[in-house]
């Protein structure tokens, strides 16, 4: 027992003694807690004593790319606790460099009976990647829900924040701070989420100023999503003259305003520069960064809720459902000012 203590406590992230405590129904533990712990038991196979028999409805998969981006946790954690609520075990599988591959976690969780699955940016969200993986996985009879990436390729319902409406309202806050000269930090092409924040980039830029579609494209700069990405697209936009800056992640923003201040610019008075996500690391931010605020909490009850739906045999329209995001102004956008020093051709 006390190895299954361990065990039980490890997956919970819980104290040996609280794991103790609910097994023998002890009073002092949270409701949330409580169910944490009975989720790690099913997790590992444990049985539960008689007094935690209410049985789970059943256990749903969720994969999502690395940890490291912050916002994928925070997706996790809501996902997580909505499914808890409603009786059913979470099982989080994290795909990680050199590590188990997506396909490799589907069938591992498909083998495991699972009940049903939510991807979260996974290769749904991949334009080049095959799509047949996942009419296999209809096929085995198993729901599952998309989050952040969208194919009418897979017949399923899909959760998604609005790219391009996140694109006109960061480009319309630069201009009304009176930026002309404004680039795109994003990661690879092939991703949907990006061709959609591309395109309502592109849009913008023409409504918003006087530039053509070609003109507002050699302002966007494709990296990785990471500091480094953000860091080096930066770069390249800074060479190409922009006073500001839209990042597709609150990562790359961070590297944005690394890359500024190594040339000795300082963020805002120099140069603006706009995250995505406002995830939880924007609190060791400084200056604190504007960014575009997914909405976590929302997509993520909508997605189980339409998971849940699909189990229950009454599925879910299968569509895309696009969340709004918001816009939080903070200190990493200012007014430009113009200098004498730096152009603002095109």
Same mark, same amino acid.
């Given at each position: 027992m006390?190895?299954?203590?361990?065990?039980?406590?490890?997956?919970a992230g819980?104290?040996?003694?609280?794991?103790s405590r609910?097994?023998n129904?002890?009073?002092?533990?949270?409701?949330a807690t409580?169910?944490?712990?009975?989720?790690?038991?099913?997790?590992l196979?444990y049985?539960?004593p008689a007094?935690?028999?209410?049985?789970?409805?059943?256990?749903?998969?969720?994969?999502?790319?690395e940890l490291?981006?912050p916002?994928?946790?925070?997706l996790?954690?809501v996902?997580?606790q909505?499914l808890t609520?409603?009786?059913?075990?979470?099982?989080?599988?994290?795909?990680?460099?050199?590590g188990?591959?997506?396909?490799?976690l589907?069938?591992?969780?498909?083998?495991?009976?699972?009940t049903?699955?939510i991807?979260?940016?996974?290769l749904?969200?991949?334009?080049t990647?095959?799509?047949?993986r996942?009419?296999?996985l209809?096929?085995r009879g198993?729901p599952f829900v998309?989050i952040?990436g969208?194919?009418e390729k897979v017949?399923?319902?899909?959760?998604?924040?609005d790219?391009?409406?996140?694109?006109?309202?960061?480009v319309?806050?630069?201009v009304?701070?009176?930026?002309?000269?404004?680039g795109? /930090?994003?990661?690879p092409r092939?991703f #949907? =989420?990006v061709?959609?924040k @591309?395109e309502g &980039?592109v849009?913008?830029?023409?409504?918003?100023?006087?530039y053509?579609?070609?003109?507002a494209?050699?302002?966007?700069q494709?990296?990785?999503?990471?500091?480094e990405?953000?860091q080096?697209a930066?770069?390249?936009?800074l060479d190409?003259e922009?006073?500001?800056?839209?990042?597709?992640s609150?990562?790359?923003?961070f590297?944005?305003?690394r890359? /500024?201040?190594?040339?000795?610019l300082? #963020? =805002?008075a120099?140069?603006s @520069?706009?995250? &995505?996500?406002?995830?939880?690391l924007?609190?060791f931010?400084d200056?604190?960064?504007?960014?575009?605020r997914?909405p976590?909490?929302?997509m993520?009850?909508a997605?189980?809720?339409a998971?849940?739906?699909?189990i229950?045999?009454?599925?879910?329209p299968h569509a895309e459902?696009?969340?709004l995001?918001?816009?939080?102004?903070?200190g990493?956008?200012a /007014?430009r000012?113009?200098?004498g020093?730096?152009s603002?051709?095109?």
């Amino acid at each position: 027992m006390n190895a299954r203590l361990s065990d039980i406590a490890a997956l919970a992230g819980v104290s040996e003694a609280t794991v103790s405590r609910v097994l023998n129904g002890k009073a002092g533990v949270s409701t949330a807690t409580r169910q944490a712990v009975v989720a790690a038991m099913d997790v590992l196979g444990y049985e539960r004593p008689a007094r935690l028999r209410e049985r789970s409805a059943g256990l749903i998969g969720l994969i999502t790319p690395e940890l490291s981006n912050p916002i994928f946790p925070a997706l996790a954690q809501v996902i997580e606790q909505v499914l808890t609520s409603r009786g059913y075990t979470p099982v989080l599988c994290t795909q990680t460099p050199g590590g188990s591959t997506e396909d490799q976690l589907t069938d591992l969780l498909v083998d495991r009976g699972v009940t049903g699955i939510i991807f979260v940016s996974g290769l749904h969200a991949d334009s080049t990647a095959d799509m047949d993986r996942y009419v296999k996985l209809s096929g085995r009879g198993v729901p599952f829900v998309m989050i952040n990436g969208y194919t009418e390729k897979v017949s399923a319902p899909f959760v998604s924040t609005d790219d391009r409406a996140a694109m006109r309202l960061a480009v319309s806050h630069l201009v009304e701070l009176g930026h002309e000269r404004i680039g795109l /930090a994003v990661g690879p092409r092939r991703f #949907v =989420p990006v061709l959609r924040k @591309v395109e309502g &980039f592109v849009q913008q830029m023409r409504t918003a100023l006087p530039y053509t579609a070609e003109q507002a494209e050699k302002l966007v700069q494709h990296s990785l999503f990471t500091v480094e990405g953000g860091q080096a697209a930066a770069n390249a936009l800074l060479d190409k003259e922009c006073t500001a800056i839209v990042c597709a992640s609150d990562l790359m923003a961070f590297g944005a305003v690394r890359a /500024a201040r190594q040339r000795g610019l300082a #963020v =805002p008075a120099d140069i603006s @520069v706009v995250g &995505f996500d406002d995830s939880p690391l924007i609190v060791f931010a400084d200056p604190p960064l504007t960014t575009l605020r997914q909405p976590v909490e929302a997509m993520g009850q909508a997605a189980v809720n339409a998971l849940l739906e699909e189990i229950g045999g009454t599925p879910a329209p299968h569509a895309e459902y696009v969340f709004l995001p918001e816009l939080v102004v903070r200190g990493s956008t200012a /007014a430009r000012i113009a200098t004498g020093g730096r152009s603002r051709r095109r």
